[in-house]
């Protein structure tokens, strides 16, 4: 298993709060286009001057669910949710259950296989529709070690098969978040710094807040 270490440096001259935001997975689904919403991963919140906050990041994956009564947008919080570890190399497979009638709400058992190379899939039921508010997505170990924490989201589909590719690019903004808030990728992205560990041999980075404002980092 490969663990990244991502630190935040804050030499800005102002107390500031960092968010933690993932590339979006591709998601793809027998009934077309799957859009897909971007969670605040982790929040570091008020990080003084001079100060640092880290987060260890390992590659466990686990798919999870949840509900919201509201529709999804940026600034949506995540209800009743539930998580399942799957492993992308086995190319894993769990199917849905959306009622209580039918054995409960929340995930079946994990088999190995189905799914693409790299992904895992998502199988639903005929048990539930849109107004049952369910939502599917990615979820990784976040602040607290061991607690899978939404890295990315997207709307449940009854009789539908997904397929989740994690993209293991990160980004690191300021801002104040909510943990495993939807927020605005398109936006927050634009200003954030990209942390991408491919074709390095490095597995931390420091990013640095700069008094001018720009972030920097360095890998180590």
């Known amino acids: 298993m490969t663990t990244y270490t991502l630190k935040v440096r804050n030499l ?27 969670n605040a991963w982790v929040t570091f919140n008020a990080v003084t001057s001079g100060s640092n906050d ?28 539930g998580d399942a570890p799957v ?7 769990l199917s849905f259950f959306g009622s209580v009638a039918t054995g409960g709400v929340g995930f079946g058992p994990v088999t190995h296989g189905g799914a693409s190379t790299g992904s895992y899939s998502i199988i639903t039921t005929c048990d539930f529709n849109r107004s049952n508010g369910y939502l599917f997505g990615l979820a990784r170990p976040g602040s607290i070690p061991g607690i899978p924490s939404p890295v990315a989201t997207f709307v449940a589909q009854p009789n539908e098969t997904y397929n989740v590719t994690p993209v293991i690019k990160f980004f690191v903004s300021d801002g104040l978040f909510v943990p495993g808030a939807i927020i605005d990728y398109g936006q927050v992205s634009t200003k954030a710094q ?13 990013v640095t807040h700069g008094e001018n404002g720009d972030f920097s980092a360095e890998y180590y």
């Open 194 to 206: 990209v942390v991408d560990f491919t074709g390095r041999s490095q597995t931390s980075v420091v």
């Open 87 to 93: 492993d992308t190399s086995l190319q894993d497979t």
């Open 54 to 81: 880290t987060v260890i990041y390992t590659d466990e994956t686990f798919a999870y669910w949840s509900k919201t009564p509201i529709q999804v947008a940026p600034g949506t919080t995540m209800g009743e949710a």
């Open 12 to 38: 800005s001259e102002f107390a500031k709060s960092y968010v933690w935001f993932m590339e979006p997975p591709i998601v793809t689904s027998k009934g077309g286009s799957t859009p897909v919403f971007t």
